[in-house]
């Protein structure tokens, strides 16, 4: 079966730890996303990625570094600078663009807490 | 500065009832909407797209109405049942970005 994976589903750390989440999908799609979502908002982009080697920061990347060495593995590593980790975060991929369909599909999420 | 806004937080139904989640945005370059279904604790999960060319989709007991004059989208589920209970996001992106931008979410409740 195709899809995204992420892991753990829960993961806690204490406050000052870097933390990274992983993200893998199969589904051979060119674009991986990271979103963190909290209670009663919306989705927030971190980061995204269209190609291996290369991503752009999104709305909230503050706090936050990313790796695209595989085109399977997009994984987010959360610093100590974030000054509010706690969250659930969501990885996501779509295909490489092109006229017609741009779903966008998601993992089933980690959630963080920083204690 | 909200690009998608969904303005209604929550929304009852009783079961069998048409339910109709509302979405509008502002970016006149959008060409491509979605709806996503997402339960607690899980990932959004797909429900149905619509493209800018487009006024209407439909897939089973979804569907998409866009009304690109009012930059207005919305989703009708008919009939609704109490399986359809979660929050509802609306998304939207434009040709030449691989940006999606998400609303605040509806929760709906389908009741029995």
């Known amino acids: 079966d195709g899809g995204i994976t992420q892991s753990p589903k829960y993961l806690f750390r204490k406050e000052g730890q870097n933390v990274t989440l992983s993200c893998e999908q199969n589904l051979n799609h060119g674009a991986l996303y990271w979103y963190r979502q909290d209670p009663g908002q919306g989705l927030r982009l971190i980061y995204y990625s269209q190609i291996v080697n290369d991503f752009q920061k999104g709305d909230i990347a503050e706090g936050y570094s990313v790796s695209r060495e595989k085109k399977e593995s997009f994984p987010l590593t959360v610093t100590s600078a974030q000054k509010n980790p706690t969250a659930f975060y969501l990885c996501?991929?779509?295909?490489?663009?092109?006229?017609?369909?741009?779903?966008?599909?998601f993992g089933p999420g980690t959630r963080l807490t920083v204690l | 500065d909200q690009q998608v806004k969904q303005n209604s937080p929550s929304l009852s139904v009783q079961e069998g009832r048409i339910s109709i989640l509302n979405c509008d945005y502002t970016n006149s370059m959008f060409d491509y909407f979605l709806w996503y279904k997402k339960y607690p604790a899980e990932g959004p999960t797909f429900l149905i797209s619509?493209?800018?060319?487009?006024d209407k989709n439909e897939d089973g007991r979804f569907t998409v109405f866009l009304n690109k004059s009012a930059k207005h989208l919305s989703l009708h589920i008919v009939p609704s049942q109490p399986g359809d209970s979660a929050v509802y996001f609306c998304a939207a992106s434009h040709t030449g970005t691989y940006k999606y931008i998400f609303g605040t979410g509806t929760r709906l409740k389908v009741l029995a």
């Open positions: 996501a991929s779509s295909p490489a663009y092109a006229a017609g369909d741009r779903e966008q599909f």
């Open positions: 619509i493209s800018s060319i487009k």
